[in-house]
Every structure is written in structure tokens, then in C-alpha cells.
């Protein structure tokens, strides 16, 4: 199988010497960097994520650092949600649209400062979008992108091996907050998040030089939690219903279409309010489900559309074999029409026709 060649373009990352250590299998571009998707299997992955822990290299998580006097208000003018309301040691999930509604981005924000933020993104040049509006409306705020890497440590065993290297104040730190804590003379935000629902937390780790040294003290505190290098997993992300930004939803997607609009709360106006108003009032006409596919499904490498005779019907951008629950698991884009759970809609996929049914709910 072809490689990605490392490049300035594609760069490594403060782990990338663990992370090849440990025998990653795959990689993905992300973000301008590189991102493992694999290590032993997808399914040994899943399986081993769900009962231990594991350390992911996310340094692709990269920050858009928004800071000076105006950085509030240009927060508010490019984030849907109440940004009053963010208290110090926040966390903020924050779907980001355009003048029409659509998503851009769906980064976590941290809030460092009144007057300082960082936007750890998805997939996709969101700076160069809050640069734009900084210099139309010359607004005093520096944006940029700070030298910190995150690391996520997530798995059922996450929270003994983080107090093992941090500190059982570690252990305090509610979902979506953050601290500051301590390692080796630098103190880091540690977050209680990460993208799966198995529990854990991510480290915002500033300045390189302390990548591998952080990454050692994990593995050599977790020998007999049978810590493992893992990544964002596939098979327990769907099942979570987690959503992959670019790929289950997109620019002609709207936060209300995604099943995200209880983020669209801010009072004031903001970039694409005016351009929401229907769906916040009436909402959306299609919406983000659940989705079991039948029969053999194989890789889902685009979007397969769901239709009904010759009419589209929605599309299923994301789906796998679930060897938990014994089903292909699927997170689907599903007209009104069709969107009650149990429907069974016809998915054309080029390893010919199957038929998917709507879920109630995600397998999490």
C-alpha cells in the first residue's frame, strides 16, 4: 500500500517517534500533519480501547489561538454559542458556520483568558477564516497558530494512569473543564475530553521539546494497565455517534441538520444567525441518524446515497462492522421523509445495493 510522504506540508509530530516505535500500521493528512488511524486492526483497536487504555497522538488537533483586546468579539461574532456564559476553565464545543449556515469547523474552545482563546479545530483552515473577518473589521487581536500538540489519553483505565503522571487533581476535573498541572517544570491544560465515549482526558502539550518525554512517563506508568498507542477509532466512534467533520456533515450542512443546534444559543448577532432563523424556529429538514446497513458492507471510502425508487433520499458517509453489537453500524443524513426509526431505505454503495434501517438511537 502507498504511503504519505512527510513533508513541510505534511508534517510529523512531537510523538511521531513513539508513535512509530509502537508499530502504527496507517496514517491519514489531518490538518497538515499526520494523524495514525491504525495500529494492530481497527477491530483490536476498538476491543482494546473499550477495557484498557490507550495514548493517542492528535498533535493534528491544531490550535487556532485568538488573543488581544478584541478577541471576545470576534469569538462571538464567528462562534453560534453564548460565549458569556463560558466561565474560566471551560471547555466549548462550538460549530462554526458561514453567512449561510453552513459548517466550517466544529472545534472544542478553550477559554485561557477574557482575552485569549483557543480553538483546537477539525479538519480544515479555520484560521485563515477568523483572520479574514479580523482584518475586514480591523479588529486588535493577534491569530495564529501556538507550537501545542495535544495528546489524548483515553480508555477505561485513563483516569488511574493520568493521576499516576499528573496527580489525583486530575481526577477533579469535571467534563468539558480543564487544569493546569504540572510535568517536569511546565505546567499544561489537561482537559477532560477526547473523541470517544470511553472516558479520558487530552493534554495541550506547549512546546515540542516536551512530546517524547511526556509520551515515556505515560507508557512507563501504565506497564500493568496494559497501556497501548492508539487513535481515534472508527468502529467506536460510530457506535458513539460521534461525528467526523468533512465527512457526516460538511459546508452545505447546517449545526440543526447535524443535531447540534442547542449550540446555536448566543443572544447576539453572529456570522449565519440570520441565515439559521428557520430551522432554529421550525428546524431542519433533514437531520443526522443512526443507520444499521445490511448484509456485507465492506471500506466506506465515500458518501453512499440512500434512495427511494429514483429519488435521493439522504447518504451514509460513515460505516462499519460493529463485532459488540454483530451489525454494520452507520451515521447517516436522512431526509424528514424517511428519518423515523425503523424505516428501511435502499443505500447504493459500490459494492452494489443493500438495505440500511434508521435507528432510534446510537449503539452509546
Known amino acids: 500500500m502507498a504511503v504519505i510522504t512527510p513533508s513541510r506540508r505534511v508534517r510529523k509530530t512531537p510523538f511521531s517517534p513513539g508513535v512509530e516505535a509502537a508499530g502504527v500500521k496507517a496514517y491519514t493528512a489531518y490538518n497538515h500533519m ?3 488511524t491504525m495500529f494492530e486492526s481497527v477491530e483490536a483497536d476498538a476491543a482494546h480501547l473499550k477495557r484498557h487504555v490507550q495514548v493517542w497522538d492528535v498533535s493534528c488537533e491544531r490550535q487556532v489561538e485568538i488573543r488581544g483586546p478584541d478577541a471576545l468579539r470576534l469569538m462571538k461574532l464567528i462562534s453560534p454559542r453564548d460565549m458569556d456564559r463560558m466561565e474560566a476553565d471551560q471547555c466549548y464545543y462550538v460549530p462554526t458556520v458561514d453567512a449561510r449556515g453552513g459548517m466550517l469547523n466544529d472545534p472544542v ?3 485561557l483568558a477574557d482575552d485569549h482563546y483557543w480553538m483546537s479545530v477539525a479538519d480544515g483552515d479555520l484560521w485563515q477564516y477568523a483572520l479574514g473577518i479580523a ?3 480591523g479588529l486588535e487581536v493577534e491569530i495564529g497558530e501556538p507550537d ?3 495528546l489524548a489519553v483515553q480508555g477505561p483505565k485513563a483516569d488511574e494512569l493520568m493521576a499516576r503522571v499528573f ?3 486530575v ?3 469535571r467534563f468539558f473543564r480543564y487544569k493546569r498541572l504540572p510535568f517536569e517544570g511546565r505546567d499544561f491544560v489537561v482537559a477532560r475530553s477526547g473523541w470517544s465515549k470511553q472516558g479520558g482526558y487530552e493534554i495541550y502539550v506547549e512546546g515540542a521539546d516536551y512530546g517524547m518525554p511526556l509520551w515515556n512517563a505515560l507508557f512507563g506508568a501504565g506497564l500493568d494497565l496494559n497501556v497501548r498507542a492508539g487513535c481515534p477509532n472508527n468502529i467506536e466512534r460510530i457506535e458513539s455517534g460521534l461525528l467526523s467533520f468533512g465527512s457526516d456533515m460538511r459546508r452545505e450542512n447546517t449545526p440543526y441538520e447535524c443535531g447540534l443546534g442547542r449550540f446555536c444559543n448566543s443572544p447576539e448577532p453572529y456570522i449565519g444567525k440570520a441565515a439559521l432563523a428557520e430551522q432554529a424556529a421550525h428546524g431542519p429538514d433533514r437531520i443526522i441518524r443512526p443507520i444499521v446497513i445490511e448484509g456485507d458492507i465492506g471500506a466506506c471510502t465515500e458518501s453512499w446515497p440512500l434512495v427511494d425508487g429514483s429519488r435521493w ?7 462499519v462492522w460493529s463485532p459488540e453489537f454483530g451489525v454494520n ?3 447517516g443524513m436522512v431526509e424528514k421523509s424517511h428519518w423515523t426509526p425503523g424505516t428501511r431505505i435502499e443505500l447504493q454503495t459500490e459494492h452494489g445495493p443493500r438495505m440500511a434501517v434508521v435507528q432510534d438511537k446510537f449503539w452509546r
Open 34 to 36: 499526520l494523524l495514525p
Open 109 to 111: 474552545t478553550i477559554k
Open 135 to 137: 482584518t475586514a473589521l
Open 148 to 150: 501545542v500538540s495535544p
Open 167 to 169: 496527580g489525583d487533581a
Open 171 to 173: 481526577r477533579e476535573i
Open 313 to 319: 433520499v439522504g447518504q451514509v458517509a460513515s460505516a
Open 329 to 331: 453500524v452507520a451515521i
